[in-house]
């Protein structure tokens, strides 16, 4: 009988620190989906910045192509 209650007692310290293990790797997974909506974010801006880069590029371009043909004629 005493050979069942350790066993009993053993599982249950088992099935605690699943559970405390559970807990820890919810809150890591909380806060790495933080972490990801934060980098998605930085990367949508990172986008657009480039976005609005490529186009005042080519209005430059298209400028120095204009002035160019005011030049030569």
Do not use: P
């Amino acid at each position: 009988m005493q050979l069942l209650e350790q066993k009993v007692l053993g599982l249950q310290e088992e099935l605690t620190e699943l559970h405390r293990k559970r807990g820890e790797n919810a809150s890591h997974v909380l806060a790495l989906s933080a972490k990801l909506t934060d980098r998605e974010a930085e990367l949508d801006l990172n986008r657009n910045a480039c976005a609005a880069a490529v186009a005042k590029t080519a209005d430059l371009e298209d400028q120095v192509n204009l002035l160019q043909t005011r030049l030569q004629e």
